[in-house]
């Protein structure tokens, strides 16, 4: 009779936020998993082999095995994706920026972990989301992430406004992103659109020596100069 294989672990490692050195924002647990493991699930392969790399430079690149999950990933493809783990062996689903899963690709590989009853174990990093709502001064105890706001300005208005009324509502932080070249146009926006009182957080570049955090009514940014063209922003509002 054949024996059970004991089913490898599903680990999650979040990435850097910018370019500083690896080590200066990630834990030295993850050099540890990285040098163990040699399967991969990612977004793009090229950054997954350079990030790689600079966590641990003496790992043989030829003996990776990488599996795509992004946007052009088609659902058929997904219940292969932790074939290695089934056959008992560690597998990493590592991001591109961030923390897997999270406003990034991952929690349909998480939702599979879960279903064939393989561990998953999450890495301490860097989640953007979290650092700016640490360090907003907004409510950290109720708080909501919408993603991206809707790209039509009369639909965008809308979502704003109904967010700010859940702020005011529910005494509930509103946390967005938007794609980074349309970051001064998104707070221009916000500043006309909510009321003078309700409280904006800009965190930009984080982790990075460009870092900049600040909250402040919507009619203080109306008299704030700051270009956020195509810098990675969270924003946070509250009434």
């Known amino acids: 009779m054949e024996k059970n294989i004991k089913k490898g672990k599903l680990y999650l490692i979040p990435n850097r936020l910018g370019d500083l050195p690896p080590l200066e924002v990630l834990p030295l647990s993850i050099r540890k998993i990285i040098s163990e493991i040699d399967h991969y ?51 990493g689903l590592l991001s591109d920026a961030g923390c897997p899963g999270v406003a990034d690709p991952g929690a349909q590989v998480v939702a599979l972990a879960h279903q064939k009853n393989i561990q998953v174990v999450p890495l301490v990093g860097p989640s953007s989301i979290l650092l700016a709502l640490m360090s907003s001064g907004l409510n950290g105890q109720n708080f909501t992430f919408h993603g991206y706001l809707p790209i039509d300005n009369q639909e965008r208005k809308q979502f704003v406004k109904k967010i700010e009324k859940a702020s005011l509502d529910k005494e509930q932080a509103q946390i967005f992103i938007e794609t980074p070249y349309r970051n001064n146009k998104l707070l221009i926006s916000l500043t006309s659109v909510l009321h003078p009182s309700t409280r904006i957080c800009v965190a930009v570049d984080l982790t990075l020596s460009s870092e900049y955090i600040k909250t402040q009514t919507a009619a203080e940014w109306k008299k704030t100069s700051i270009d956020l063209h195509k810098r990675p922003a969270i924003f946070i509002i509250q009434g």
């Open 41 to 91: 699930i990612v977004e793009n392969e090229k950054v997954a082999r350079h990030f790689i790399k600079k966590i641990v430079p003496s790992k043989s690149q030829p003996n990776l095995d990488f599996k795509l999950l992004n946007k052009f990933t088609s659902d058929l493809e997904i219940p292969n994706f932790l074939d290695a783990c089934e056959q008992g062996i560690h597998m």
